[in-house]
Nanobody, 118 residues
Framework: QVQLVESGGGLVQAGGSLTLSCLSS????????MAWYRQAPGKERELVAH?????GYADSVKGRFTISRDNAKNTVYLQMSSLQPEDTAVYYC??????????????WGQGTQVTVSS
């Protein structure tokens, strides 16, 4: 069983920056694809960034957000800069753990609120 704990959310003015952190329990972190999702009020949850050995980003955050990880600390980060009001959402950490018999177990954090004021 994996537990994910996010931190670093808060209120920031437009143009500002925040860094989110997600601490993962267990021993599978270094081989797990990790991702950040977000969900704004009234909208579906969307993928923001993901990485294992390579990184990918939603078009809306390319050039502004950076995903990174520290396998020694079992932590994945999301550095967010040039934040805009449309980035306001609950941000969720996501971990995929490969099953021995095939397929993936999926884990979610509890979410952290990011609010960007104009």
């Amino acid at each position: 069983q994996v537990q994910l704990v996010e931190s670093g959310g808060g209120l920031v003015q437009a143009g500002g920056s925040l860094t989110l952190s997600c601490l993962s329990s267990g021993s599978t972190f270094s081989t797990s694809p990790m991702a950040w999702y977000r969900q704004a009020p009234g909208k579906e949850r969307e993928l923001v960034a993901h990485m294992l050995n390579t990184k990918g980003y939603a078009d809306s955050v390319k050039g502004r957000f950076t995903i990174s990880r520290d396998n020694a600390k079992n932590t994945v980060y999301l550095q967010m800069s040039s934040l805009q009001p449309e980035d306001t959402a609950v941000y969720y950490c996501h971990q995929s753990v490969r099953r021995e018999v095939g397929g993936w177990n999926i884990y979610w954090g509890q979410g952290t609120q990011v609010t960007v004021s104009s």
